[in-house]
């Protein structure tokens, strides 16, 4: 049995507070993409995880899709599976990739053994992964707050636009963005300012992480550069990096963007 785990891009993202636990409070906007890996889950003699696809740093028991899983297993005394995982969204680019394939295979998992876990309890067993993991259980867009694993829905359809990213060949570690970051309490909540007429998300929708991550990676401020260059109503980097989205009323062929980047269009 198989799923497709899609990505998410940041719509805004504003690190309000520096916690007592050394953990950021933030406000954004997770709004899935149509960009995916696919989750499959094999009867096996012995459980292991296969990867195929884009290369992932670290060794297959660390990914966390293993990990969701074994504790499934555990607590469900589940038979032996492979998970085989075809790994196609970039890594480390803001994306949410990891978390969403261990969202979707517990999802998968509730549905091939007939757990009848809920989507509160789903989400209950992927939070502690990772901070975005539990916007992949209902997968809509969604106002998170706190560290970015509180949420609320929110009624936000891009849908009649054409959503292109751009991904630089650049790797940026989310704990080293969150060490460079400046934090200021916003006079707006995101949550309202997203619902502001498209035309002014530019004046008012920021991405925090942008001015450091920007001065150590001039080549994606560049990106986003000419991301508005073609047209662009909206463009912003994605969660701490590296890749940039941009929102377009129609149509676009980025070929300049393509020689050096990876472009994903219709997202
Ligand atoms: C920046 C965001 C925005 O959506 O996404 P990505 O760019 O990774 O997709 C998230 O906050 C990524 O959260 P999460 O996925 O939990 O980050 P992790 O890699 O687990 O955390 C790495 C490190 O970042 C710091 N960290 C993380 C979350 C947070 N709210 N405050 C923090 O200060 C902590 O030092 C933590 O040890
Ligand atoms: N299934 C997975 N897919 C991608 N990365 C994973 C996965 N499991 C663990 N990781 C680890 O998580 C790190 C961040 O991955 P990813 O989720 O793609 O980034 P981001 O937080 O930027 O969206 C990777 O460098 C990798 O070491």
């Given amino acids: 049995m198989l799923t497709f785990a899609n990505a998410k891009i940041n719509l805004g993202l504003f690190l309000t507070e520096k916690r007592a636990d050394g953990y950021h409070n933030l406000q954004t906007v997770f709004y899935p993409i149509k960009i995916n890996d696919v989750v499959e889950l094999v009867d096996a003699e012995e459980t292991s995880m296969l990867i195929k696809g884009i290369d992932i740093p670290g060794d297959a028991t660390d990914n966390i899709c293993f990990k969701a899983f074994k504790t499934l297993q555990q607590d469900f005394n589940l038979p032996h599976q492979q998970i085989v995982l075809l790994k196609n969204i970039p890594v480390g680019a ?28 789903m989400e209950a067993y992927v939070r502690p992964l990772g901070a975005d993991c539990a916007f992949f259980i209902k997968n ?34 989310t704990a080293e963005a969150y060490s460079k ?38 080549q994606i401020d560049e990106i986003k550069t ?13 969660g701490s990096g590296s ?18 980047n990876l472009v994903f269009y219709d997202i």
């Fill in 94 to 121: 803001g994306l949410g990739g990891g978390s969403s394939d261990a969202a979707f295979l517990v999802k998968l998992t509730n549905q091939k053994f007939k757990l009848g876990l809920t989507d509160e309890q």
């Fill in 140 to 173: 809509k867009p969604t106002f998170a707050f706190a560290k970015g694993d509180e949420f609320e829905e929110v009624a936000i359809d891009l849908s009649a636009y054409y959503l292109v990213l751009v991904k630089p060949p650049v790797h940026v570690s």
């Fill in 181 to 218: 970051v400046n934090v200021k309490l916003p006079s707006n909540s995101l949550k309202d300012l997203i619902h502001l007429p498209l035309q002014d998300w530019q004046a008012h929708i920021f991405n925090d992480f942008e001015p450091s991550v920007f001065a150590k990676y001039p």
């Fill in 226 to 238: 000419q991301l508005y260059q073609a047209g662009a109503k909206f463009a912003l980097m994605s």
């Fill in 243 to 260: 890749s940039v989205f941009a929102i377009f009323e129609k149509e676009v062929q980025l070929t300049e963007l393509e020689k050096d």
